[in-house]
């Protein structure tokens, strides 16, 4: 499974997906606009720290969106 989401298609798909989506920057405070240029150059860094179990994702950022019940929603 791991070995079809590191696949170039499937990581460059990603990447454009938040591009299209806007999206916004996470925990690191990444700019959107700098994956591409991230994606060129630590690639295969990346992929190879995935791959042999030493990349830890960071947190992620959550929004709280609070709905008419009174409960929020993640």
């Known amino acids: 499974m791991i070995e ?3 696949t170039r298609k499937n990581m ?3 990447m454009y997906n938040v591009q299209r989506n806007h999206g916004s920057a996470g925990v690191d405070h990444m700019p959107v606009a700098k ?3 991230l994606m060129s150059i630590d ?4 992929t190879g720290k995935v791959r042999s179990g030493k990349y830890l994702p960071q947190a992620i950022l959550g929004v709280e969106i609070p709905k ?3 409960k929020p929603d993640y």
Not at 43 to 46: A, T
């Open 4 to 6: 079809q989401i590191l």
């Open 35 to 37: 994956l591409s240029e």
């Open 43 to 46: 690639k295969d860094v990346l």
């Open 68 to 70: 008419g019940n009174g």
């Open 12 to 14: 460059l798909m990603a």
